[in-house]
């Protein structure tokens, strides 16, 4: 354990922020949540990398606490060299246990070895470790439903098979988001019913939420809405008290 950036990371503490965060990440114990807002994180991440001090930090692997976690995140989306960064992202990932820390992750330097990346992103989605496969989920959908889209990707997708909530919550998060912006290529998986009844349902929910979606558009995907018992799910996990949080 690196002494100083916990002791740092105890002085930036906000513990009313501390308790809001143990709310919305259930996969994390709550005495492994110190409570640091992402932008102080940030700020330290970015502090850490001009002092030189990031590699140590780097090496200690696995952290014992979330804001660490989330601090390493942070690290990784600032490191310039891409096969340094793709290694440390490889060698973070099985150390991923809650949604924040995958969805937060996100190195900069990606965008502009996209080629190189997809290879990884595919070994990612294929995995089967759940942060690992939403992480996957993740960067085909950040870096790959605009210019350098294909069709092949959102089949890869589809593909996926999972109970993990989380995968399930991406998987509809990924389709919502290409119906904005890849409609074309991936209204035809809803018409055809191509994705489980649940994660279907999940995109259409999220697309009629969207900003990006029209109004036209989002009355058609309510027809498509399949009807079935999809909120036995939610209904279960409430009563059993282990129910995610709605947004992620």
């Not at 470790?129 to 092949?152: K, N, Q, S």
Request: net charge neutral; with cysteine.
């Amino acid at each position: 354990m690196n002494d100083p950036i916990r002791e740092e990371l105890f002085r930036l503490q906000d513990l009313s922020y501390r308790d809001f965060q143990i709310k919305l990440i259930p996969t994390v114990r709550p005495e492994a949540v110190i409570g640091v807002r992402t932008p102080e994180l940030r700020r330290l991440a970015k502090d850490l990398c001009k002092r030189g001090e990031a590699a140590a930090f780097l090496a200690e692997l696995p952290h014992s606490c979330f804001d660490e976690n989330q601090l390493h995140a942070f690290i990784l989306s600032e490191m310039k060299d891409f096969p340094s960064c793709l290694a440390e992202v490889d060698r973070f990932l099985p150390y991923v246990d809650n949604w924040a820390t995958c969805d937060q992750l996100s190195p900069k330097v990606f965008k502009k070895h996209r080629a190189e990346l997809l290879p990884a992103i595919i070994r990612w989605l294929d995995d089967g470790r759940t942060y690992v496969v939403r992480f996957g989920i993740g960067m085909l959908m950040e870096h790959f439903l605009d210019a350098d889209f294909d069709p092949a990707y959102p089949a890869l997708v589809s593909k996926i098979q999972s109970e993990e909530y989380y995968v399930r919550m991406m998987i509809a998060w990924y389709f919502a988001t290409a119906l904005a912006k890849q409609a074309d290529a991936v209204l035809p998986y809803l018409e055809q019913r191509r994705l489980d009844p649940w994660t279907h349902n999940k995109t259409i929910r999220k697309a009629v939420e969207s900003y990006r979606i029209t109004p036209e558009q989002k009355a058609y995907l309510r027809t498509l809405t399949i009807k079935t018992l999809q909120n036995c799910h939610r209904i279960v996990t409430r009563f059993d008290g282990k129910a995610p949080p709605v947004p992620v």
